[in-house]
């Protein structure tokens, strides 16, 4: 089911550090998980995606990492960029479900110069 | 590619009146899109399903009465927010997936319409 959280719990990291951000999902059934990056006053933008089928994925500066077992899910950004700052929020889904989405609770990423 | 829009991006309207938001694809055709609504500082939750041809399907606790939906085109879909009121006020989020009936696909956004109720 979707998970709605009550305030954003924030990573703040200086310019050029790796970030992590973690994300716990509810759905055991859940088989594919994207990550979205969301600017002030958008919509979220597509970062990268991973299907249950496989542990860890990699894109440009970033990678998934997905822990069934524990139903967990990691993005990890490479030398974060100013304009990385954002909120990120991992959505889940599962085959069968009509390709809809549960986002999780979000983090915000702030990068210090 | 996959581009969705949104419009209004902004609207300020006196309680009781109702107001229309627009979900366009751009440049492909969606069978499905989605409705969420975003508050300070949270994170999205899914309103509906919107599916071309027939009716929307509401997730438990959002009021079909309150917020109408039309999906008359491939490329269309319309929230109807009727009667607003201040605790309507909200951020509202538009969604497609190239493909439907599949699971397992990327939503792409639009960039959202901010309601505000006075």
């Known amino acids: 089911g979707e998970s709605v959280g009550l305030h954003l719990p924030t990573l703040s990291v200086q310019e050029g550090d790796n970030s992590i951000i973690n994300c716990a999902y509810s759905?055991?059934?859940?088989?594919?998980f994207i990550w979205y990056k969301q600017e002030s006053g958008k919509g979220p933008q597509f970062i990268i995606d991973i299907r249950s089928n496989m542990d860890k994925r990699q894109g440009q500066r970033v990678t998934v990492l997905l822990n069934k077992t524990v139903k967990h899910l990691s993005l990890q950004i490479a030398a974060t960029q100013p304009g990385d700052s954002a909120v990120y929020f991992c959505?889940?889904?599962?085959?069968?479900?009509?390709?809809?989405?549960?986002f999780g609770s979000g983090t915000k990423l702030n990068v210090k110069p | 590619g996959a581009v969705v829009s949104q419009h209004p991006s902004w609207v300020i309207c006196k309680s009781g009146t109702s107001v229309k938001i627009e979900c366009r694809s751009l440049d492909f055709q969606a069978t499905t899109m989605f409705w969420y609504r975003q508050f300070p500082k949270q994170s999205l939750m899914l309103m509906a399903t919107?599916?071309?041809?027939?009716?929307?399907?509401?997730e438990q606790g959002v009021e079909k009465d309150k917020f109408l939906i039309n999906h008359a085109s491939l490329t269309l879909s319309t929230l109807t927010v009727t009667s607003a009121h201040p605790e309507d006020s909200s951020f509202y989020i538009c969604?497609?997936?190239?493909?439907?009936?599949?699971?397992?696909?990327?939503?792409?956004f639009g960039d959202g319409t901010r309601l505000s109720i006075l």
């Open positions: 959505a889940e889904n599962y085959w069968g479900n009509f390709n809809k989405f549960y």
């Open positions: 919107s599916n071309e041809g027939s009716k929307a399907t509401y």
């Open positions: 969604s497609a997936s190239l493909r439907t009936g599949d699971s397992n696909q990327p939503q792409h």
């Open positions: 759905n055991s059934a859940s088989d594919y």
